[in-house]
Every structure is written in structure tokens, then in C-alpha cells.
């Protein structure tokens, strides 16, 4: 009956994720939550899973819905005040790093959630590759689905603009459908008469 308790609180704890808000630095009609984020990542990837050859689909699943479990504890960092300096990623991997190490001791569980997120942030294996392509190119689909573009600031529309392409040239698979999110995030820009660079193609 402990384990079971343990369980239980642990599932109670999680709940933050459905009330930790992403994109602090943005305005509040961009904002989504952290479970919003993960599931969403979580339903491309099953979606698209007929299209990818040699991945294991379920496992890359599993990356995606415990790719953002620490933020139970730590809240979600927005990229962006990395990107001005605010905090380094550094920083941000040890918080989370903390994180995950406590919630590894708190339940049976734990050894197995803290591998997934590990195998997740070392991304060596193709299924990490995949999920965390995933994840950039969720993000991606949000600001489009906000109807999102940087207002007159050339930072956050650097860091829009090439979000994905570092993790999506990790897995070449997937550049056909960031081209195709790019081409709306083009359109997006030139609607709302921001200027799209030349070097923001993949």
C-alpha cells in the first residue's frame, strides 16, 4: 500500500504541469502549458510514426511525455531569457538535473522516468533524435496556431525563425515537414510585415 501511496502523491505533484505556463516572455494569448506542450509533441509523433522508418514509435512516445517532467518542480525556462543571457543553459540542465534525480528517489517508478529524460537530453539515440526534433517543431505548430509572429524584434524572430533547425538537421527525416511549418511561419511574418531573412530557410 505505500508504493501505491507514493503513486498517488506523485500523480497529485504532476498536476503542476497542467497549470505551468510556457513562453513567460511572450504575451498571454501565445502562452500553452507544459502537458499541453508534451501531449501535443507526444500525438505528432504517433501520428507520424508510419511515415518514419526505423524509429520505435512507442519509445519515442514515451521520450516526449517525460521530456518536460522536472518543470513539475522547476517551472518551465523560457528559451528566450537564455537567449538574452538571463540564465544559461547550463544552469537550466542542473535545476532540471535536480529535479529529475529527486523524482527518480520518490517512487518505484523513478529509474525508469529519469532514463527516459536522459536518454532524452543526451539525444544519441535515433528516438531521442526524433522527439526532440518533435518538440521544436510543436512549438513551431503553437505560435502558428496563435496566429504568432515577433512584434518588431529581431531576437525573438531569430529565435522563432531557426528554432528547430538544429534539432531537425540531427534527424534529416524530418526537414520535408519543418520545410512545410517554415513556409506558414513565412507567411505568418510577411502578413504581419515582419522581414524574413534570407538565412532563416533550413
Not at 102 to 113: M, R, T, W, Y
Not at 120 to 148: M, P, Q, W
Request: aromatic share 10%.
Amino acid at each position: 500500500m505505500l508504493k501505491l501511496e507514493k503513486i498517488i502523491d506523485f500523480f497529485i505533484e504532476t498536476e503542476s504541469l497542467k497549470k505551468t505556463f510556457r513562453y513567460s516572455t511572450c504575451p498571454e494569448y501565445v502562452r500553452d502549458r507544459s502537458a499541453d506542450h508534451s501531449w501535443k509533441a507526444a500525438f505528432i509523433a504517433l501520428v507520424i510514426s508510419e511515415e518514419v522508418k526505423g524509429i520505435d514509435s512507442q519509445r519515442a512516445v514515451q521520450l516526449l511525455l517525460v521530456h518536460d517532467l522536472a518543470e513539475s518542480i522547476t517551472g518551465d525556462i523560457d528559451a528566450y531569457r537564455i537567449k538574452l543571457g538571463e540564465i544559461t543553459k547550463s544552469e537550466k540542465q542542473r535545476t532540471e538535473e535536480d529535479a529529475m534525480a529527486s523524482i527518480k528517489e520518490k517512487l518505484p517508478a523513478g529509474s525508469f522516468l529519469y532514463n527516459l529524460w536522459k536518454e532524452y537530453e543526451e539525444g544519441a539515440t535515433e528516438e531521442s533524435k526524433y522527439a526532440r526534433a518533435l518538440d521544436k517543431i510543436e512549438t513551431l505548430i503553437h505560435l502558428l496556431s496563435v496566429n504568432f509572429a515577433s512584434e518588431k524584434d529581431d531576437q525573438r524572430a531569430e529565435l522563432v525563425a531557426k528554432y528547430a533547425d538544429e534539432a531537425v538537421n540531427a534527424f534529416p527525416p524530418l526537414k520535408p515537414l519543418l520545410e512545410a511549418v517554415k513556409g506558414r511561419i513565412r507567411a505568418m511574418f510577411k502578413e504581419k510585415g515582419f522581414q524574413w531573412k534570407e538565412h532563416y530557410e533550413i
